[in-house]
T-cell receptor, first 113, second 115 residues
Framework: SAVISQKPSRDICQRGTSLTIQCQVD?????MFWYRQQPGQSLTLIAT?????????ESGFVIDKFPISRPNLTFSTLTVSNMSPEDSSIYLC??????????FGQGTRLTVV | GENVEQHPSTLSVQEGDSAVIKCTYS??????FPWYKQELGKRPQLIID?????GEKKDQRIAVTLNKTAKHFSLHITETQPEDSAVYFC??????????????FGRGTQLTVWP
């Protein structure tokens, strides 16, 4: 298994500001992902965080709004930029390894006011 | 990309009864199908998964079946208990190479087990 530390666990932010969420894994992992879970909804993949190169974004998500860093094999950040109330969600990082399950961080509950 | 459909969106059963949740997927290249349980305010936790080289897998009261031809898979919970109440998500993935762990989720099923 993998131990994933994600922070902050929650935050309340003013619209127009940005928030950076950190995800730290206790061991090196090949794949790291960022998901969004809007209230009462399913999990939607935002992007794959690639070590040493630009993230790969899913349809509907762009780098200017959700810049992602992955400086090494155990750490990644997701920034939610120029926030609006529609960005209020839970953001989760996830890691994957060959032939194992995907593990999730505890999530960051973001409220934009 | 992959499209995963999940039904029903809500399911209420009496304690001791069985619960069945069904999912379909669109990408025939998907080969890994996990099921997650998410309790209120908590992260999703894997409860069972199945790979495309297997038709059925069981773990105590939980089983998953996969029909690759029809592109659907189902979660079966027998002898349900109140603590089984949660939201259940199915997902699909191509668990190989650069797409490993890239999960596409169904919309979720709110399961309520009444004592």
């Amino acid at each position: 298994s993998a131990v994933i530390s994600q922070k902050p666990s929650r935050d309340i932010c003013q619209r127009g500001t940005s928030l950076t969420i950190q995800c730290q894994v206790d061991s090196q992992v090949t794949m790291m992902f960022w998901y969004r879970q809007q209230p009462g909804q399913s999990l939607t993949l935002i992007a794959t965080a690639n070590q040493g190169s630009e993230a790969t974004y899913e349809s509907g998500f762009v780098i200017d709004k959700f810049p992602i860093s992955r400086p090494n094999l155990t750490f990644s950040t997701l920034t939610v930029s120029n926030m609006s109330p529609e960005d209020s969600s839970i953001y989760l990082c996830s890691v994957g390894r060959e032939n194992t399950e995907a593990f999730f961080g505890q999530g960051t509950r973001l409220t934009v006011v | 990309g992959e499209n995963v459909e999940q039904h029903p969106s809500t399911l209420s059963v009496q304690e001791g009864d069985s619960a069945v949740i069904k999912c379909t997927y669109s990408d025939s290249a998907s080969n890994y199908f996990p099921w997650y349980k998410q309790e209120l305010g908590k992260r999703p936790q894997l409860i069972i998964d199945i790979r495309s080289n297997v038709g059925e897998k069981k773990d105590q009261r939980i089983a998953v079946t996969l029909n690759k031809t029809a592109k659907h898979f189902s979660l079966h919970i027998t002898e349900t208990q109140p603590e089984d109440s949660a939201v259940y998500f199915c997902a699909a993935s191509k668990s190989r190479g650069s797409t490993l762990g890239r999960l596409y989720f169904g919309r979720g099923t709110q399961l309520t087990v009444w004592p």
